[in-house]
Every structure is written in C-alpha cells, then in structure tokens.
C-alpha cells in the first residue's frame, strides 16, 4: 500500500555505521506493517526514578574512555559531583572531578537536564535543590543529553581538547541516540519519528529527517505520552518558542496534538491514512 505520508529512513545499519555508497540526504522510504505500543504514563513532573534512558542503566554508566595510552571509566553518576584534591598540574577538562561552581556537577538523578532560569548565573535560590540544570556541565553531561548530538569542533578540525572526554559524539557511531539506529517502519514513524532532538549540524533536509529540530518540528511519542488525535485550541503553529510551555500552558501532558506532525502521525490518523486499522495490532 502507498504511503500518503513519506517515512524517512537514514542509511545507517543496526549499529548505526553509515552503509557505503550511500548518500547521507535525501533519505531513502520504506513500507513495512504497523504496531503501537500503548505505554503511555503521566511524565508532568521530574521523577528521578526516570532520569536515565535504559541505554545507560545497561552500560551501568561505565563509558571506557581511550585517552593518551590510559584507560579509565567515565561514571556519569559521579563524573565531576566530588571536589579535585590533586595538587600538580593536570588537564582539568579531562579531570573527573569539579574545580569551581561552573565545573561542579550535581547527582543527575536529582535534576532534569533543562536549563534552569538562572542558568549560568550562580544566582539560584533553591540550591542544590533545584530540578533543573544550573550549567553547562550539569546540562551536558546529564545521562539526558551525554552524546546525544555531534562535536562541532571534531567535525570542523578532527581534533578536540576534551577528547573522549567530550561530552558531544565525534562520529555517527558514538551517538548515545537510537532514532537512526532503528528500523525505518510504520510502528517507528508513529512512535519516534520527531521524538529526538537532531544531532548533525550539517545542511540536510529538516522536513525529511528523522529527528526534530525545534519545538514546532517536535512530537511527544506515543510511547511516554498519551493525547487525542484532536488539534490542541492552544498551539500556535506559526509561532516560534524557546520553551514548550510557551506554545501551551498545559506542557507535554496536554491531552491534545501539538503541531499538524503530531496529528498526522498520531497512531489513530497515521493509521486511517493507511486505511488499514488491523495494522494496528500487527493483525493479518
């Protein structure tokens, strides 16, 4: 059956190596049957429990880091939480621990990695307390964002001073990201297609790719949230934010779409387009 909607596939394997002699743009399609997974559950608030994608909890946040002949463990559960007690002189951008409040890193189970209002500024009232990322260590080294998007300076120079310390991917392989590591289906277009923030900063087409690239390009999978296939009355399509709660007070838990893709690929209307609901449930 022809798709009314294109699904956009990224000529990587499973492993998520770039197949040879193949383009990196435009994406290839594919068509394949459809099945939803109804997991959907209620993420308004920062749960802590929640904080690490299973990716890491299976690694047990040991990242072996290869650096100038040594071999030592990146734990992103403690990397750069304890004060630095050596007293010679040493690279501090490959130290594991923090030198200052702008190096300091809290445990990341106990805030999300969005920016708080005072980011940067030393000037929040809530302290340690705070659910949100009080700077750029705390944000980027946070199990949420760690390798989720590509080195600007390894792309640019192939050299970069925080080596495999960096908290940026330096290859394709290296991306802590799954959405171009899946098979490109129906089921994926429903449940992730839109869902991650793109992590190549090269020109390519925005509308075609696989991840999203600001809020108005963003989908609430499936998977984590639940809403109806009904345009939300709130969300401007037209407007450009800089945080989700500015197109609708109600945030991720409005019980509505967010922007045509979420309509279009809601399971629901993906599905009607298709015009064969028993795909829904993989049925024959």
Known sequence: MQHKVPLPMYPFDSSGSKLPNTPNFPPIYSNSHISIT?????????????????????????????????TENLDLTTFKTKPCQILYNH????????????????????????????????????GDSCTNAHNSVEELYHPQKFKTSLCNNFLAYNDCSYGQFCCFAHSPEELLLSTH???????????????????????????????????????????????????????DGNKMILKYEEGCANGMECKYCHGWKELMYHPHYYLNKLGDKSKLHGKK
């Not at 109804?38 to 749960?47: F, L």
């Not at 690694?59 to 290869?66: D, E, H, K, R, S």
């Not at 501090?92 to 990341?108: A, E, G, L, M, T």
Request: proline letters at 5%; charged letters at 25%; one cysteine or more.
């Open 181 to 235: 590591k899946m098979e490109q289906s129906d089921s994926f277009a429903v449940n992730y297609f839109k869902t991650e923030k793109c992590p190549f900063h090269f020109k390519h087409n925005r509308l075609a790719c696989s991840y999203y690239h600001n809020w108005q390009d963003f989908r609430r999978s499936p998977v984590a949230y639940k809403y109806e296939a009904v345009k939300c009355p709130n969300w």
């Open 91 to 126: 690279k501090k951008k490959k130290c594991q621990f923090y030198h200052s409040v702008n190096d300091k890193r809290r445990d990341p189970c106990l805030y999300s990695s969005s920016r708080c209002e005072f980011y940067n500024t030393l000037s929040c009232t809530k």
């Open 38 to 70: 109804d997991t959907a559950q209620s993420q308004s608030e920062y749960n802590p429990s929640k904080c690490i994608p299973q990716k890491l909890q299976d690694m047990n946040f040991q990242i072996q880091i290869y650096d100038q002949g040594t």
